[in-house]
């Protein structure tokens, strides 16, 4: 993202920025429900701590949620858009609570894990997501980014998602519908952070309190996807 305006989160254009995921919620189940975010989901899950339930944050149509919840893990999801917590019923999970990921409605230090699934790259401003996270996040607990890479082409990813099963009609219905909803997108401007700006705001975020990478990897080929985990260190690990 090269110019990047920072409106006040009153200001006309960021309220019409927040109700484009209410539009997107009526497609994004047919462009998203596939093997690809089940990719994901499987890769969130293998980043967790085994133990404790999850915070995910900006949870969307529930998705992700479905696969952690089959993975055994007990999920408390909220996310920002009314209309896509509306879909998550449709995902069987209940009780998902509207709040902003810079804001979040909850005690420090309350979830062992706290997953932002595919949201970073699209908030107003991932560093203050990310303090959040981290401030919510209990003592040794893990915070699971993950994020498209850059310049996702759509060929690939239908390359991709047949290559994982995504029958060829879903993956040009999928395709197609990306497009349509990619329209009012750009014309609101919606954030799409680069790779490079996020990897600085975990950075940043991480040296400025006693955190670790605890898996930083980038995966091509399989599911386009960015994953980084970090984990809180110990007292004795931070003084050492
Ligand atoms: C690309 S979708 C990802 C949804 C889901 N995590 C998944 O992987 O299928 C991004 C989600 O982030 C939510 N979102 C955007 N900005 C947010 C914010 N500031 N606070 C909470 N949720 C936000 C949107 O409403 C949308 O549901």
Request: aromatic share 4%.
């Amino acid at each position: 993202m090269s110019s990047i305006d920072r409106p006040g989160p009153a200001s006309l254009a960021s309220r019409l920025r927040r109700r484009y995921w209410s539009v997107y919620a009526g497609t994004y189940d047919a462009i998203w429900d596939s093997p690809l975010t089940e990719q994901i989901g499987l890769e969130v899950l293998g980043a967790l701590d085994p133990q404790g339930p999850v915070l995910e944050v900006g949870c969307g149509t529930g998705l992700v949620t479905r696969q952690l919840v089959e993975g055994g893990r007990v999920v408390i999801s909220l996310d920002a858009d009314p209309v896509m917590i509306r879909h998550m019923a449709r995902h069987g999970v209940r009780g998902v609570t509207q709040a902003d990921a810079a804001q979040l409605p909850l005690a420090d230090a309350s979830f062992p894990n706290v997953v932002l699934a595919n949201v970073l790259h699209v908030v107003e401003d991932p560093s203050a997501v990310l303090l959040e996270a981290m401030r919510v996040a209990s003592p040794l607990g893990r915070v699971v980014v993950t994020w498209p890479v850059d310049r996702l082409h759509p060929q690939a990813l239908s390359r991709t998602e047949r290559r994982l099963g995504r029958s060829r009609a879903g993956a040009a219905r999928a395709n197609l519908l990306r497009i349509i909803t990619g329209v009012p997108g750009a014309a609101l401007r919606v954030r799409r952070w680069r790779t490079s700006d996020l990897a600085q705001h975990l950075d940043d975020a991480r040296l400025s309190s006693a955190w670790e990478p605890l898996d930083a990897r980038v995966v091509h080929g399989t599911v386009h996807l960015n994953t980084y985990a970090i984990r809180e260190r110990s007292a004795s690990e931070a003084v050492g």
